[in-house]
């Protein structure tokens, strides 16, 4: 892509906004004209409190949740980066994929913002602020192979460029972190579900319960995780009541198959692209989305990534979950480019980063 005679030449700062899910986050960066970026602020307020009673995140709560705190959080961002509105170079939110109610409050008061100061507006693929990350923090530039595992999203991509994605595979059925959250719900723990997972999981035995490895071995590189769930389920079921010790052992039981079937997946997928990544300079593995901040997990995909010849990067660990920093990030990477997005751009609830992607036999609707 060719960089935008104006953008790509300036220091651009970049305030990001992020209502997609049930945080509220705000960010300033700063990306130099070479590309490498710096993080100036990132606040993020996460509203776990609001939702834990009904076990899962209230859409209608989380809008009116960002509605209360969004302006003082963009205060925050920007007192903390020191910068006034008028200097900054865009304004971005995040415009998609998430809860429809949460995204229309983000949007509109980042084009508010536009509109007020005559700032450019970025309307930004919270999946695309995850997939560039790396950019910001460790300086990856595409192409790379790039696993994405969230609470709506369990994708393998080939980033070939800012603004160019393809899908090589997608859940049929849960993403990643829905498993998590789900199993979680089901033996009794505390939301967020992943995290609380991985800290049981800490003090349990891998191999006490024999649970399946969904789609491992198989030619499509997609993942499955609805199964593997239910099998957390039964084995439940057949221990009931269950002890500290049996939900630790279940929690073992389930990362560990969790962390064979990914990698598997992920095997095959470097197996795909590596004919793509053969005149690149390197071949970057990366993995974010904020199941990516599970420790497990991560030990396990640098393994894949040694034995395949594959460098590997992931975000540190607060910008793997949703935040602000990312969201400006992407647009600043936009912005340097030129993809500015006008005032009446929509808020998507679907949003696909590759719209030519073939559907996944036997995928549900969040393929
Ligand atoms: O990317 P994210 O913050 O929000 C979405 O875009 O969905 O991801 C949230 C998901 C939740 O399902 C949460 O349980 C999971 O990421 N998660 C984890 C961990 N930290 C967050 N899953 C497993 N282990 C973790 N440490
Ligand atoms: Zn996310």
């Given at each position: 892509?060719?960089?935008?005679p ?13 209502t ?26 996460s ?10 995140v209230?859409p209608?709560?989380?809008?009116r949740?960002?509605?209360?705190c ?23 939110a995040?415009?998609g994929?998430?809860l ?10 980042g ?17 695309e602020a ?6 910001l ?22 980033v ?11 859940t ?8 998590f ?31 399946p ?10 993942f ?7 099998a ?43 004919p ?12 974010a ?11 396990a ?10 460098s ?7 910008l ?21 997005d006008?005032l ?20 549900g609707?969040?393929a």
């Open positions: 892509m060719t960089p935008h104006d953008f790509a030449r300036e220091s651009l700062l970049v305030l990001g906004i992020e997609s899910c049930d945080e509220t986050a705000a960010a300033v960066v700063e990306r130099d004209p070479k590309g490498s970026g710096r993080i100036l602020s990132n606040v993020v307020l509203q776990f409190d609001k939702h834990a009673i009904y076990g899962g209230v209608e709560i989380a809008a949740a960002h509605t209360e969004l302006d003082q959080m963009i205060r925050a961002a920007l007192d903390e980066a020191q910068i006034g509105l008028g200097e900054l170079s865009g304004i971005a995040a415009s994929p998430g429809i109610g949460g995204l229309i409050v983000g949007a509109t008061t084009k508010a913002l536009a509109l007020a100061t005559g700032k450019p507006f970025l309307a930004i693929n919270h999946l995850h997939a560039l990350t790396v950019g923090t460790d300086g990856v530039r595409p192409p790379y192979l790039m696993l994405l595992v969230s609470g709506g999203h369990t994708q393998l991509l080939f070939e460029d800012v603004g160019h994605y393809r899908r090589l595979a997608t049929i059925d849960d993403a990643l972190g829905e498993a959250d789900k199993t979680a719900k089901l033996l009794g723990l505390p939301m967020p579900g992943g995290p609380a997972v991985e800290q049981a999981a800490l003090r349990g035995d891998p191999g006490r319960f024999n649970l490895r969904p789609m491992a071995g198989r030619e499509d590189p997609h499955s995780f609805a199964g593997l769930k239910t957390v389920r039964h084995a439940a079921a057949r221990v009931a009541p269950l002890s500290d010790q049996d939900v630790a052992d279940l929690c073992a039981s389930f990362q560990a198959a969790v962390c064979d079937s990914v990698t598997d997946r992920v095997a095959l997928a470097m197996r795909l692209v590596s793509l990544l053969a005149d690149a300079r390197s071949r970057p593995f990366v993995v989305g904020g199941v990516a901040a599970n420790k497990a997990l991560r030990t995909l640098v393994g894949v990534a040694e034995d395949f010849g594959f590997f990067h992931a975000p540190p660990l607060e793997c979950t949703d935040n602000g920093a990312m969201i400006a990030w992407a647009g600043a990477e936009r912005l340097a480019l030129g993809l500015v006008s009446d751009s929509p808020v998507k609830p679907r949003w696909p980063l590759d719209p030519n992607a073939v559907r996944a036999a036997g995928a609707v969040k």
